[in-house]
């Protein structure tokens, strides 16, 4: 009887580890979304501009969480609902903002999460005028942003430049400095600003060409007389790189004029003493031109 007995026990005890194992492990309990932060655009707020809530959140088991936001000025509610955006009309100059929030995943609710407040800007800055200087421009020249845009002192402008309408990489300061990039004559520049609240609205400036610029005289030159024969040597180049034409304005009768040297020269006659007068022009196919030269005493030789 006692065999009997203990076979009995031994079964049952059996049969509840398989009906334990049979029911598995329990589930785990649902989790509530975890709210990390929420953050205002623009923030500042700007008057009569939309403004977003964005809420940084985490669901442990990736559910779909949906959100109630009540918005609030001055302490007043003023929009509730699903919306994370409130109206520009609602965003008034001189107020100030905060939102309410609830979250719920199906299973979990969490309710009334505030958010910081966020002042609004009494005015929302405009740009009024953008422009350049100087308008024309050499290849070294430096060209410099002026910009005309009210109630914008704490605004933070972005610049981008171009060259005859394609973007010059790497320019994006308030000044550009035409030396350090490879430009030509006739190149027109302009550039584009836009506000840090608003860094899709890009303001366009007035135009800076590059203008043809006067041949440059390097040296005033020297005179000398050797043999009987007088001398003036000059340098002049062009910055543009442009093919320069050399006339003799004025000079003593029977001079001539060196155009690949450079140079004046005059057979002294026989017992001449006095001054002349050199005059040279240079001059670049577009008339822009550079002239030198001067009075010089001849003493007999």
Not at 124 to 144: D, G, M, Y
Not at 293 to 299: E, P, R, T
Request: a negative charge.
């Amino acid at each position: 009887m006692k065999i009997k007995n203990s076979a009995l026990i031994i079964f049952l005890l059996a049969l509840s580890v398989i009906i334990i194992d049979c029911r598995g492990k329990p589930e785990p309990k649902n989790r509530p979304p975890k709210i990390y932060k929420m953050s205002f655009s623009p923030s500042p707020a700007i008057a009569n501009q939309d403004l977003l809530v964005v809420v940084d959140f985490f669901d442990k088991e990736n559910d779909p969480v949906v959100f109630t936001y009540r918005w609030y000025r001055d302490g007043k509610l003023i929009k509730e609902g699903g919306s994370n955006s409130l109206e520009a009309k609602e965003v008034k100059p001189d107020s100030v903002i905060y939102v309410e929030l609830s979250a719920s995943d199906g299973v979990n609710k969490i309710d009334s999460i505030r958010s910081e407040e966020v002042s609004v800007k009494g005015v929302r800055p405009v740009i009024k005028r953008v422009w350049i200087t100087p308008e024309q421009a050499s290849k070294n020249s430096i060209l410099r942003v002026e910009i005309d845009c009210p109630d914008c002192e704490e605004v933070e402008f972005y610049y981008r430049w171009r060259v005859n309408n394609e973007l010059l990489e790497g320019a994006e300061g308030e000044e550009l400095s035409l030396s350090e990039h490879e430009l030509k004559k006739r190149d027109q520049i302009f550039v584009e600003v836009a506000m840090d609240f608003a860094p899709e609205t890009w303001y366009p400036s007035n135009f800076a060409v590059i203008v043809n610029q006067h041949p440059e005289v390097i040296d005033q030159g020297e005179s000398w007389v050797e043999d009987k024969v007088f001398y003036y040597q000059f340098r002049v180049k062009d910055p543009d790189g442009d093919r320069l034409n050399y006339e003799l304005v004025e000079a003593p009768r029977g001079a001539s004029l060196n155009q690949a040297k450079e140079m004046v020269s005059w057979t002294i006659p026989d017992g001449f003493e006095g001054e002349i007068k050199i005059l040279v022009r240079v001059k670049d196919p577009e008339g822009a031109f550079a002239e030198l030269g001067g009075s010089f005493n001849i003493k007999a030789q």
